[in-house]
């Protein structure tokens, strides 16, 4: 099956801080990724679509130049999460979209909660 | 938009029984995807089923079945034979067949399995 690495799987940092998290497809390339946010006992809400090669598209209300993503390689792609603060802290979801698949599935990463002190 | 609806927040069910996980959903399209995915304690989301809109035919996986309804706007997660290890959070989502390709989840519905 299609294998989605996230790195690092969990994050503490200061407040103000800057923290990268990344999102490897590692046996199959992913044009289109997408990152998402968790907060405890909820649903997963869709941040941000991140395309290789071009700007991703944020949902309504994620404030981009908070949550810079980067899509570099069709196997890569990044979320920073800039000066962080504690209300910040959550558990962020990365997924891909198997480029030769057509079965509409998408590949989850295993997550990374971030804790902003 | 598309919203997806989960009614039930917190199900269980004794062990070796079946039980039912119910999933609304809202959109315009005719062509779509619905997906039930699992997540256990250790956050890992798990494809458990897929269905296409266009398929009349029930999809089916081992112990896991769906009911899908596409008038009603319905599509309902049987599980047979619990086991332990079903025990997560069961997660009903949405894609659009063309386009964007985000998944639409629902609010989850935590399952657990009494031994």
């Known amino acids: 099956g299609a294998v989605v690495s996230q790195h690092p799987s969990w994050v503490i940092c200061k407040s103000g801080t800057s923290v990268k998290i990344e999102c490897r497809s590692l046996?199959?390339?992913?044009?289109?990724m997408f990152w998402y946010r968790q907060f405890p006992k909820q649903s997963l809400m869709l941040m941000a679509t991140?395309?290789?090669?071009?700007?991703?598209?944020?949902e309504q209300g994620v404030e981009k130049d908070k949550f810079l993503i980067n899509h570099a390689s069709l196997t890569l792609s990044t979320l920073t999460v800039t000066s962080a603060h504690p209300e910040d802290s959550s558990f962020y979801i990365c997924?891909?979209?198997?480029?030769?698949?057509?079965?509409?599935?998408?590949?989850f990463g295993e997550g990374s909660r971030l804790t902003v002190l | 938009a598309q919203t997806v609806t989960q009614s039930q927040p917190e199900m269980s069910v004794q062990e070796a029984e079946t039980v039912t996980l119910s999933c609304t959903y809202d959109?315009?399209?005719?062509?779509?995807?619905l997906f039930w995915y699992k997540q256990p304690p250790s956050r890992q989301m798990i494809l458990v089923i897929r269905?296409?809109?266009?398929?009349?035919q029930n999809a089916t996986e081992n112990r896991f079945s769906v009911n899908f309804q596409k008038a009603a706007k319905s599509f309902s997660l049987k599980i047979s034979d619990s086991q332990l290890g079903d025990a997560a959070m069961y997660f009903c989502?949405?894609?659009?067949?063309?386009?964007?390709?985000?998944?639409?989840f629902g609010t989850g519905t935590r399952l657990t399995i009494i031994p």
């Open positions: 046996d199959f390339q992913a044009t289109t």
């Open positions: 989502a949405y894609r659009r067949y063309f386009g964007n390709e985000k998944l639409t």
């Open positions: 269905q296409e809109a266009y398929k009349q």
């Open positions: 991140s395309n290789e090669g071009s700007k991703a598209t944020y």
């Open positions: 997924s891909a979209r198997r480029d030769s698949s057509n079965t509409g599935e998408l590949f």
């Open positions: 959109t315009s399209e005719s062509d779509y995807y």
